[in-house]
Protein backbone atom coordinates (compact mmCIF):
# COMPACT_ATOMS: atom_id res chain seq x y z
CA UNK A 1 0.00 0.00 0.00
CA UNK A 2 1.26 3.27 -0.54
CA UNK A 3 2.06 5.42 2.13
CA UNK A 4 1.92 9.45 0.97
CA UNK A 5 2.60 10.86 3.88
CA UNK A 6 5.11 10.23 6.82
CA UNK A 7 4.24 11.02 10.26
CA UNK A 8 6.64 13.58 11.53
CA UNK A 9 5.81 16.63 13.73
CA UNK A 10 9.11 17.86 13.95
CA UNK A 11 10.33 17.73 10.13
CA UNK A 12 6.46 19.36 9.86
CA UNK A 13 7.17 22.71 11.68
CA UNK A 14 10.22 23.18 9.84
CA UNK A 15 8.73 22.69 6.51
CA UNK A 16 6.03 25.23 8.28
CA UNK A 17 8.51 27.96 9.29
CA UNK A 18 9.99 27.33 5.86
CA UNK A 19 7.49 27.80 3.63
CA UNK A 20 6.05 31.30 5.91
CA UNK A 21 9.76 32.99 5.45
CA UNK A 22 9.50 31.70 1.71
CA UNK A 23 6.42 33.70 1.45
CA UNK A 24 7.15 36.49 3.87
CA UNK A 25 10.54 37.62 3.02
CA UNK A 26 10.25 38.02 -0.88
CA UNK A 27 6.84 39.55 -0.23
CA UNK A 28 8.36 42.12 1.68
CA UNK A 29 11.29 42.33 -0.04
CA UNK A 30 8.89 43.32 -3.39
CA UNK A 31 7.03 45.78 -1.37
CA UNK A 32 10.89 47.57 -0.57
CA UNK A 33 11.24 46.97 -4.07
CA UNK A 34 8.48 48.85 -5.37
CA UNK A 35 8.99 51.48 -2.79
CA UNK A 36 12.70 52.09 -4.44
CA UNK A 37 11.22 52.33 -7.66
CA UNK A 38 9.29 55.07 -6.98
CA UNK A 39 11.67 56.85 -5.06
CA UNK A 40 15.09 56.00 -6.44
CA UNK A 41 14.59 54.41 -9.86
CA UNK A 42 16.27 51.24 -10.94
CA UNK A 43 20.15 51.04 -12.52
CA UNK A 44 20.35 49.67 -16.02
CA UNK A 45 23.09 47.03 -14.72
CA UNK A 46 20.71 46.18 -11.62
CA UNK A 47 17.84 45.70 -14.14
CA UNK A 48 19.92 43.35 -16.73
CA UNK A 49 21.13 41.54 -13.10
CA UNK A 50 16.78 40.91 -12.61
CA UNK A 51 16.33 39.83 -16.11
CA UNK A 52 19.32 37.55 -16.36
CA UNK A 53 18.42 35.78 -12.60
CA UNK A 54 15.21 35.47 -13.42
CA UNK A 55 15.85 33.51 -16.42
CA UNK A 56 18.47 31.09 -14.84
CA UNK A 57 16.22 30.46 -11.99
CA UNK A 58 13.10 29.66 -13.61
CA UNK A 59 15.56 27.84 -16.24
CA UNK A 60 16.69 25.84 -12.85
CA UNK A 61 12.66 25.34 -11.97
CA UNK A 62 11.45 24.18 -15.33
CA UNK A 63 14.56 22.74 -16.65
CA UNK A 64 15.98 21.39 -14.05
CA UNK A 65 13.71 20.34 -11.38
CA UNK A 66 10.81 19.93 -13.58
CA UNK A 67 11.68 18.16 -16.86
CA UNK A 68 14.92 16.72 -15.30
CA UNK A 69 15.02 15.02 -11.82
CA UNK A 70 10.91 15.02 -11.84
CA UNK A 71 10.47 13.65 -14.78
CA UNK A 72 13.35 12.23 -16.70
CA UNK A 73 12.97 13.46 -19.70
CA UNK A 74 16.64 13.67 -21.14
CA UNK A 75 19.95 12.83 -19.69
CA UNK A 76 22.72 15.61 -18.68
CA UNK A 77 26.43 15.56 -18.40
CA UNK A 78 27.05 16.04 -14.57
CA UNK A 79 28.26 19.21 -14.24
CA UNK A 80 25.24 20.55 -16.47
CA UNK A 81 23.20 18.37 -13.79
CA UNK A 82 24.74 20.38 -10.86
CA UNK A 83 24.19 23.47 -12.06
CA UNK A 84 20.64 23.07 -13.04
CA UNK A 85 19.88 21.58 -9.33
CA UNK A 86 21.65 24.73 -7.69
CA UNK A 87 20.09 27.78 -10.26
CA UNK A 88 16.48 25.39 -9.46
CA UNK A 89 17.27 25.89 -5.08
CA UNK A 90 18.51 29.87 -5.55
CA UNK A 91 14.51 30.19 -6.71
CA UNK A 92 13.87 29.02 -3.21
CA UNK A 93 11.10 26.75 -3.80
CA UNK A 94 12.27 24.37 -1.71
CA UNK A 95 15.28 21.43 -1.82
CA UNK A 96 15.21 19.27 -5.01
CA UNK A 97 13.83 16.48 -2.78
CA UNK A 98 11.03 18.30 -1.33
CA UNK A 99 10.07 19.55 -4.86
CA UNK A 100 10.39 16.13 -6.65
CA UNK A 101 8.35 14.33 -4.51
CA UNK A 102 5.87 16.81 -3.77
CA UNK A 103 5.43 17.34 -7.81
CA UNK A 104 5.30 13.71 -8.35
CA UNK A 105 2.84 13.00 -6.11
CA UNK A 106 0.62 15.88 -7.39
CA UNK A 107 1.20 13.51 -10.86
CA UNK A 108 0.32 10.85 -9.19
CA UNK A 109 -3.04 12.16 -7.23
CA UNK A 110 -3.64 14.68 -9.58
CA UNK A 111 -6.90 16.95 -8.87
CA UNK A 112 -8.01 13.94 -6.31
CA UNK A 113 -8.12 14.83 -2.18
CA UNK A 114 -4.53 13.08 -2.20
CA UNK A 115 -3.48 15.94 -4.59
CA UNK A 116 -1.00 17.95 -2.24
CA UNK A 117 -2.00 21.34 -4.16
CA UNK A 118 -5.12 20.84 -6.47
CA UNK A 119 -7.30 23.82 -6.57
CA UNK A 120 -10.56 21.52 -7.32
CA UNK A 121 -11.24 20.06 -4.12
CA UNK A 122 -12.40 23.09 -2.63
CA UNK A 123 -16.18 23.23 -2.83
CA UNK A 124 -18.28 24.75 -5.75
CA UNK A 125 -19.05 28.37 -6.97
CA UNK A 126 -17.19 31.19 -6.37
CA UNK A 127 -16.38 30.81 -2.86
CA UNK A 128 -15.16 27.41 -3.42
CA UNK A 129 -12.94 28.35 -6.00
CA UNK A 130 -11.23 30.99 -4.48
CA UNK A 131 -10.28 28.54 -2.00
CA UNK A 132 -8.80 26.22 -3.81
CA UNK A 133 -6.81 28.91 -5.84
CA UNK A 134 -5.26 30.23 -2.55
CA UNK A 135 -4.97 26.84 -1.40
CA UNK A 136 -3.15 25.81 -4.71
CA UNK A 137 -1.21 28.76 -5.69
CA UNK A 138 0.40 28.98 -1.75
CA UNK A 139 -1.39 27.49 1.13
CA UNK A 140 -0.47 24.14 0.75
CA UNK A 141 2.52 24.97 1.48
CA UNK A 142 1.42 25.76 5.05
CA UNK A 143 -0.28 22.51 6.06
CA UNK A 144 1.43 19.95 8.73
CA UNK A 145 1.83 17.29 6.04
CA UNK A 146 5.18 15.70 5.31
CA UNK A 147 5.46 14.08 1.39
CA UNK A 148 6.67 10.62 1.85
CA UNK A 149 9.83 10.84 -0.09
CA UNK A 150 10.70 7.52 0.04
CA UNK A 151 8.02 6.94 -2.15
CA UNK A 152 7.89 9.23 -4.41
CA UNK A 153 11.22 9.90 -5.36
CA UNK A 154 13.87 7.31 -4.09
CA UNK A 155 15.78 7.46 -7.17
CA UNK A 156 16.91 11.34 -5.70
CA UNK A 157 17.69 9.84 -2.57
CA UNK A 158 20.35 7.42 -4.58
CA UNK A 159 21.72 10.36 -6.24
CA UNK A 160 25.04 11.85 -4.64
CA UNK A 161 25.56 14.10 -6.30
CA UNK A 162 21.94 15.85 -5.60
CA UNK A 163 21.86 14.81 -2.19
CA UNK A 164 25.09 16.73 -1.60
CA UNK A 165 23.81 19.43 -3.29
CA UNK A 166 20.32 19.55 -1.73
CA UNK A 167 21.60 19.33 2.01
CA UNK A 168 23.27 22.60 1.21
CA UNK A 169 20.03 24.30 0.02
CA UNK A 170 19.96 27.51 2.48
CA UNK A 171 23.69 28.39 1.08
CA UNK A 172 22.27 28.26 -2.48
CA UNK A 173 19.35 30.95 -1.79
CA UNK A 174 21.64 32.71 0.04
CA UNK A 175 24.25 32.73 -2.91
CA UNK A 176 21.29 33.44 -5.37
CA UNK A 177 20.96 36.84 -3.26
CA UNK A 178 24.79 37.69 -2.61
CA UNK A 179 25.59 37.84 -6.45
CA UNK A 180 23.32 40.50 -7.15
CA UNK A 181 23.85 42.23 -3.97
CA UNK A 182 27.85 42.30 -4.92
CA UNK A 183 27.18 43.14 -8.54
CA UNK A 184 25.35 45.89 -7.32
CA UNK A 185 28.05 47.10 -5.09
CA UNK A 186 30.04 47.46 -7.87
CA UNK A 187 27.82 48.97 -10.65
CA UNK A 188 25.97 51.36 -9.31
CA UNK A 189 28.46 51.06 -6.93
CA UNK A 190 28.56 51.51 -2.79
CA UNK A 191 26.01 50.28 -0.19
CA UNK A 192 23.46 51.54 -2.29
CA UNK A 193 23.95 49.60 -4.99
CA UNK A 194 24.34 46.23 -2.93
CA UNK A 195 20.65 47.05 -1.63
CA UNK A 196 19.39 48.00 -5.25
CA UNK A 197 21.28 44.51 -6.04
CA UNK A 198 19.52 42.37 -3.16
CA UNK A 199 16.12 43.93 -3.51
CA UNK A 200 15.69 43.46 -7.74
CA UNK A 201 18.21 41.04 -8.79
CA UNK A 202 17.07 38.90 -5.05
CA UNK A 203 14.09 39.54 -3.21
CA UNK A 204 11.50 40.85 -6.26
CA UNK A 205 13.06 38.35 -8.31
CA UNK A 206 12.38 35.29 -5.92
CA UNK A 207 8.87 36.98 -5.41
CA UNK A 208 8.15 37.37 -8.96
CA UNK A 209 9.44 33.53 -10.20
CA UNK A 210 7.28 32.30 -7.21
CA UNK A 211 3.93 34.05 -8.01
CA UNK A 212 4.46 32.77 -11.97
CA UNK A 213 5.51 29.60 -10.76
CA UNK A 214 2.64 28.66 -8.15
CA UNK A 215 0.21 30.73 -10.94
CA UNK A 216 0.82 27.13 -12.54
CA UNK A 217 -0.57 25.34 -9.35
CA UNK A 218 -3.77 27.14 -9.10
CA UNK A 219 -4.46 28.72 -12.42
CA UNK A 220 -3.65 26.30 -14.97
CA UNK A 221 -5.76 23.65 -13.16
CA UNK A 222 -9.37 26.13 -12.86
CA UNK A 223 -8.54 28.57 -16.29
CA UNK A 224 -7.65 28.12 -19.77
CA UNK A 225 -8.01 25.77 -22.97
CA UNK A 226 -7.80 21.51 -22.55
CA UNK A 227 -6.15 20.14 -25.75
CA UNK A 228 -6.30 16.39 -24.33
CA UNK A 229 -8.18 14.24 -22.34
CA UNK A 230 -6.66 13.33 -19.09
CA UNK A 231 -7.42 12.34 -15.84
CA UNK A 232 -7.69 15.79 -14.22
CA UNK A 233 -8.35 19.85 -14.63
CA UNK A 234 -5.07 20.52 -16.49
CA UNK A 235 -5.14 23.53 -19.02
CA UNK A 236 -3.10 25.63 -20.96
CA UNK A 237 -2.63 29.23 -20.43
CA UNK A 238 0.01 30.81 -23.37
CA UNK A 239 0.42 33.74 -21.79
CA UNK A 240 1.58 32.29 -18.57
CA UNK A 241 3.58 29.96 -20.90
CA UNK A 242 5.73 32.74 -22.21
CA UNK A 243 7.04 33.90 -18.73
CA UNK A 244 7.69 30.14 -17.48
CA UNK A 245 9.96 29.01 -20.20
CA UNK A 246 6.80 26.85 -21.61
CA UNK A 247 5.15 25.77 -18.00
CA UNK A 248 2.34 27.25 -19.16
CA UNK A 249 1.23 24.86 -21.60
CA UNK A 250 0.23 22.69 -18.31
CA UNK A 251 -2.55 20.29 -20.13
CA UNK A 252 0.22 19.13 -22.92
CA UNK A 253 2.64 18.36 -20.36
CA UNK A 254 -0.35 16.23 -18.08
CA UNK A 255 -1.24 14.65 -21.28
CA UNK A 256 2.51 13.03 -21.63
CA UNK A 257 4.40 14.18 -18.43
CA UNK A 258 7.92 12.07 -19.08
CA UNK A 259 8.10 14.98 -22.21
CA UNK A 260 11.27 17.06 -22.78
CA UNK A 261 9.04 19.43 -24.81
CA UNK A 262 5.75 20.88 -23.40
CA UNK A 263 4.67 23.07 -26.72
CA UNK A 264 3.01 20.94 -28.98
CA UNK A 265 3.13 23.25 -32.30
CA UNK A 266 5.06 26.06 -33.61
CA UNK A 267 3.34 28.50 -32.25
CA UNK A 268 3.75 27.45 -28.90
CA UNK A 269 6.60 28.62 -27.53
CA UNK A 270 8.94 26.85 -25.42
CA UNK A 271 12.06 28.01 -23.85
CA UNK A 272 12.94 25.51 -21.75
CA UNK A 273 12.54 22.63 -24.39
CA UNK A 274 14.78 25.15 -26.48
CA UNK A 275 17.32 25.11 -23.84
CA UNK A 276 17.60 21.28 -24.19
CA UNK A 277 17.99 20.97 -27.21
CA UNK A 278 21.01 23.43 -26.95
CA UNK A 279 22.42 21.00 -24.56
CA UNK A 280 21.73 18.35 -27.01
CA UNK A 281 23.71 19.94 -29.91
CA UNK A 282 26.66 21.02 -27.86
CA UNK A 283 26.68 17.22 -26.57
CA UNK A 284 25.42 18.48 -23.38
CA UNK A 285 23.11 15.95 -22.96
CA UNK A 286 21.28 12.71 -24.69
CA UNK A 287 17.93 11.03 -24.62
CA UNK A 288 15.63 13.50 -25.15
CA UNK A 289 11.65 12.20 -25.00
CA UNK A 290 9.75 13.74 -27.20
CA UNK A 291 5.86 12.84 -27.57
CA UNK A 292 4.73 10.25 -29.04
CA UNK A 293 2.37 11.68 -31.82
CA UNK A 294 0.21 8.67 -31.89
CA UNK A 295 0.14 8.16 -28.00
CA UNK A 296 -1.02 12.08 -27.54
CA UNK A 297 -3.43 12.02 -31.10
CA UNK A 298 -5.47 9.45 -29.07
CA UNK A 299 -6.15 11.75 -26.02
CA UNK A 300 -6.81 14.97 -27.95
CA UNK A 301 -10.10 16.80 -27.59
CA UNK A 302 -10.01 18.97 -30.56
CA UNK A 303 -8.08 20.94 -32.99
CA UNK A 304 -8.54 24.28 -31.12
CA UNK A 305 -4.89 25.92 -30.65
CA UNK A 306 -4.53 27.55 -27.25
CA UNK A 307 -5.17 31.19 -27.77
CA UNK A 308 -4.62 33.21 -24.47
Given at each position: ???????????????????????V????????A?Y????R??????????????L??????????????????????????????????????????????????????????????????????V???V??????????????????????????????????????????????L?????????????????????????????????Q??W????????????????????????????I?????????????????????????L???????????????????????????????????????
Open positions: MTKIRIDNPALARMQQRTALATLIPSLGAILSWLFTGIGTVTLVVLVVFYLTTAGLTVGFHRLFTHKSFKPCAPVKAALAILGMMAAQGPVLFWVASHRRHHAFSDTNEDCHSPCTHGNGLGTKGLLHAHFGWMLKAEVTNVTQFAPDILRDHLIMKLNRHYTAWVLLGAIPAAIGAISPGGWAGAIEGLLFGGLFRIFFVHITGLNSLNHVFGRRRYHSNDNSRNIGWLALTMGEGWHNNHHAYPSAARFGHHWWEDLGYSLIRLFQRLGLCTEVCLPDREAIAKKRIHASSNAL
